[in-house]
């Protein structure tokens, strides 16, 4: 055997060892928004249900930090996260609501089966607040403090183990 | 039901694949062994189920069976049904199944058809392709299963990524596709040359048009995902040095190598372990670039829905068989002789120049797309761009194409250099004359200069070798070469020019303005909303015109999906014979004094630069006419072979006596 015909597999188990290394490294695939530490983008925008309010920036500004939670009735995450706005409601947040891309039959039939945690649902039809806030997919939520700036991304659905650090993120920024 | 067939095809493949690795193995250690007659009809049989479940599949999400989880998840039922099919492929556990599938198809083919081989041979070959089957059946069924269901229908699908909604789809996956598991065959066909040490002319004739084929597809599918992401992206670049992007160029190059010293062995009985060698890397390349792109230990724009379990799935894989390929090549490569030897000024010897330039700019590609990789592990974050890929690769690329220019025109086995002075000196003063022309018109980079130079003694060199030669007897695989090197050619202009002579204007106008461009004037008619079956978009209406010729109305959009929610910006183009204007509108910029809408406009004009993808196209060309060239010469063959041998069975009928072995 000439060693020569052994660097090939030397080069390839030195790749190996390194990817494998590499693999067990944790790694945060997420893009976070640009727009955090920004205020947040002046929007107005329409109610996505009959009866409520829509929602625009000023009602972020004044009184307690908030949570902006951007949801859809078409979004089987949102369904997940639903039991776990909930409990945040029943701690006292309040959370705005955007609607993507949605209907008010289909925002109606979705919060009678899985519970109405916001204060005010705005309609975003063309995802215009979407791509302005830099939310990458839906659902997505926002810690605002009470100026209106953004302090918080908080990418995918909220679990349960998210509650108490979505409590906490608020307590920080009021 | 659909699924539930689908996945039993896939457990009956995997099931058959392990057969024929047996019946493979069996075949090799003993020609008598009765279990070695399973393995042909194994590969073929199991050709025909994965393909099955993939059709399966297919038909899922042609009518949107929202049950299945991957439908779900990647469809949606109001997206465009050529979307719906072509999104079959637009994610990780349908892609794996496209690629197992050609997988299992390109084995049949071997085991079907294949019959010039020894059979000890053939038996080894098709052992390892069943070997490689079985791990990626196992990989897609047990951590990438595209049948699973859904506990409850989903009510509605997520819809599928927008920049995948589009024709370029339909053709640039499953092309790459063929193309990178094609090489599976020659890296099989490798192996099993190595295990049972039977390199030799023949077998190289029989891996040729394996490579070939699968080359073709390749160049195909690169030229085409180039091409879409040109146009798809908005950023009018054509090659983004992306980690993915280069997954595919490295075993293109690799394969490039190799189809060429297959051909020294075929025709010289030379190179021998360096064919073997490449046959490994080429596959090993393919594999390497699955991992690369789905395990998500690099960052790239291509990225699939990335998993580490998956990952370390995959390297296991790489381990067993690329880790498995190269220590058998360490063990036996030493057991194979070295081949004929030859002067360096030789066909050759050109050749093998050629292959050592491909495999440093393999190596080169290699390196930079693992570098991040590397620093990582010590928690620097790098991205290797342009600025490294473009010239590193060219100082071998140059030499290469000098080389690939005369190499034709030379021997096999020893010529004299003085014998082809005249086409050397042409071709010297042509490289010459281009670059004092160029440098005397303006101020270009090194690269694209040099770039053009050697386009064009190339493809004049393409063509030399049929200088003073009887065009109708020319052998239909030299037309193939030909043309494939002027296809490089072509492609390697365009390239140039662009990267020499593109301009590039970014305004924001109001509607109204005009924009002058290289010669071009663009005016904004209007911008205005419109509406498509999955999307919203700004649509500006632009009046371009070039001198006094007739204006032609052009119309970018700037889309959004709303599922999944996206913006993608759809460019125009519009092709004339000398190059491409290239427009993309962006966001809304504010207001001018008089109070106009603004908007951004970004306009490109690209001289030439639809070669490069013609002259990708003249390469698939020449590539398909050498396959067809090759198969006429072994059908020819096979034919007199048969008549030979009817004659001597007549003649030993008739004279009833000994009939001399006729000489080899």
Known sequence: ?174 | MIAELGLAALWLSAALAVLQMVAGAMGYRSDKASLAIYARPAAVVQAFLATLAFFLLLYAFAITDLSIKLVATNSHSMKPFVYKLTGTWGNHEGSMLLWVAVLALSGGLLAGLERRLPERTMSATLGVQGFVALGFYAFLILSSNPFERLPVPAPEGSGLNPLLQDIGLAIHPPTLYIGYVGLSVAFSLAMGALITKQVTPDFAKVMRPWVLAAWVFLTFGIGAGSYWAYYELGWGGWWFWDPVENASLMPWLAATALLHSVSVLAARDALRTWTIMLGVVAFSMSMLGTFLVRSGVLTSVHAFAVDPERGTFILVLLGLYIGGALAVFALRASTISEGKRFSATSREGALVFNNVMLSAILAIVLLGTLYPLLTEAFDVRVSVGPPYFNPASAIFAIPMFAVMAVGPLLRWKDDNPRRIQFELALLGAVVIAIIAVVAIFGEYPVLPILGLAFAIALAIGAFLPLRGRNLKRVPTATWGMVLAHFGVAVSLFGMASESAFTSERLAAVAPGDIEEVAGWSVELESVSPVAGPNWTAFEARLNVSRGDGETVEMRPQNRNFWAPPQATSESALLTRWDGQLYIVIGDAAGVDEAGNQRWQLRVWWKPFVTFIWYGGLIIVLGGIISIVGRMQVDLKRRRFAAKAKQRRDEEAELGGGVVPEPAE
């Open chain 1, 1 to 174: 055997m000439r060693l020569v015909y052994l660097v090939p597999l030397a080069l390839f188990l030195f790749f190996a060892g390194l990817a494998g290394y590499m693999l067990t490294q944790p790694k945060d695939q997420n893009v976070p928004s640009q727009m955090i530490e920004q205020p947040l983008p002046d929007f107005a925008l329409e109610p996505a249900l009959e009866g409520m309010p829509g929602a625009s920036r000023s009602d972020f500004v004044g009184g307690e930090p908030r949570l902006l939670n951007i949801w859809a009735s078409w979004c089987l995450p949102c369904i997940a996260e639903a039991p776990h706005l909930e409990r945040l409601k029943e701690e006292g947040v309040e959370i705005v609501g955007v609607a993507v891309r949605d209907t008010p039959q289909a925002v109606e039939g979705f919060l009678s089966r899985h519970g109405n945690p916001y204060s005010r649902i705005g309609s975003d039809d063309i995802s215009e607040l979407m791509l302005e806030i830099g939310a990458s997919g839906v659902p997505e939520t926002y810690v605002i403090d009470a100026e209106g700036n953004i302090r918080y991304q908080h990418i995918g659905d909220i679990r349960e183990s998210d509650v108490p650090m979505l409590l906490e993120k608020l307590e920080e920024v009021r």
